[in-house]
């Protein structure tokens, strides 16, 4: 028996589940609501004394996407993951008997990326924004080792644990590729983030840890077009959608990028950055990106280049 009375059981699926407490989890305030459930902000106070651990709570909403046991797939894949750059599983919390679970996690204060670099704007510089890529681009490696593909890489997804970390949050679109495969088939695309997709994954609903790749590119796009940038940038990207016209907009986009049109390099971006490493990411064909270990080490000598 643990000291803190919150229990380690062996759940069915003979994962460590960690059991909180309904009756000591204190909701605090909403984080976040998708079509994904909602999160709200609670406090895990077993003593009642407000000394408790704030925590996020990921609460299922059972609708056409995401069905019960998408989300035990969700807590399960979750569980087993443990990488300073992706967000803590702390366990999960049963209320209305076992008919409803909720999946609970570390709280990280300063929210997602996206909310954060159009906060900070003004004090966010390059070398700050590396950090962050490379931050990143280590949780995406470690993923892989795990033959996880994330297929929902993007700011949004990003969360902010300090002024100096950030971690990968949200798998409730990640797929484990089967060993036998080097890439996972979606049958029902869902809502899908098309401008963050390869073009093999708007095409052919193919993913794999290259089309990972391919996002981690619009993540750095979005990371560099928010620094030291003085005009609202949310304004021009919406201007690059609006233009795009036609029978449908993932058609028009996969034949723009097969026609080799990119996102232009966001103003003060560093060359090596933009015209290189954003330029790998978006190789059109899959197996022309660099792997993730490939990215993590051209970023390190781009710091490390920018000390000098
Ligand atoms: C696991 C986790 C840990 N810490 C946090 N901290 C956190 C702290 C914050 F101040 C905020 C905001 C900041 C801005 N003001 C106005 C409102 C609160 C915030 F949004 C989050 N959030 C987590 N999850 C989470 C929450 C909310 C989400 F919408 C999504 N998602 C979004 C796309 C799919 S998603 O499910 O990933 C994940």
């Not at 059981?9 to 009756?23: C, D, G, I, K, W």
């Not at 750095?220 to 949310?234: G, W």
């Not at 026609?259 to 390099?265: T, V």
């Amino acid at each position: 028996v643990t000291q803190n009375p919150v229990w380690r059981v062996l759940s069915p699926s003979q994962h460590e589940q960690t059991l909180f407490e309904e009756r000591h989890l204190r909701y605090i305030s909403p984080l976040g609501k998708g079509n994904f459930g909602s999160v709200e902000l609670c406090r895990y106070d077993p003593l009642g004394d407000n000394t408790g651990e704030l925590v996020a709570v990921k609460k299922l909403q059972p609708n056409k996407q995401s069905t019960v046991d998408d989300f035990q797939k969700e807590v399960n894949m979750l569980s087993i993951l443990h990488c300073d750059y992706i967000v803590k599983y702390r366990g999960v919390c049963y209320s209305m008997g076992r008919l409803s679970m909720s999946l609970v996690m570390e709280y990280l204060p300063y929210g997602s990326l996206i909310g954060y670099l159009e906060n900070n704007q003004h004090n966010i510089n390059t070398r700050r924004m590396l950090l962050f890529a490379s931050q990143i681009c280590k949780g995406m490696e470690y993923l892989q080792t795990l033959r996880y593909v994330h297929r929902d890489l993007a700011a949004r997804n990003i969360l902010v644990a300090s002024e100096s970390l950030v971690k990968i949050a949200d798998f409730g679109l990640t797929k484990i590729i089967p060993s036998d495969k080097e890439y996972y088939r979606v049958t029902q695309p869902g809502e899908s983030p098309i401008f963050w997709y390869a073009p093999e994954s708007i095409n052919e609903s193919r993913f794999s840890h290259k089309s990972d790749v391919w996002s981690f590119g619009i993540v750095l796009h979005e990371l560099f077009f928010y620094c030291d940038n003085k005009s609202n940038p949310k304004r021009v990207k919406k201007k690059l959608l609006i233009n795009i016209h036609g029978p449908s907009i993932s058609m028009h986009l996969a034949n723009i990028l097969k026609n080799n049109w990119r996102l232009p390099s966001p103003p003060h971006c560093p060359p090596k950055v933009c015209s290189n490493l954003m330029r790998q990411c978006w190789a059109y064909n899959f197996d022309e990106r660099p792997c993730f270990s490939s990215l993590g080490n051209q970023i390190e000598t781009i710091i490390l280049s920018q000390l000098s």
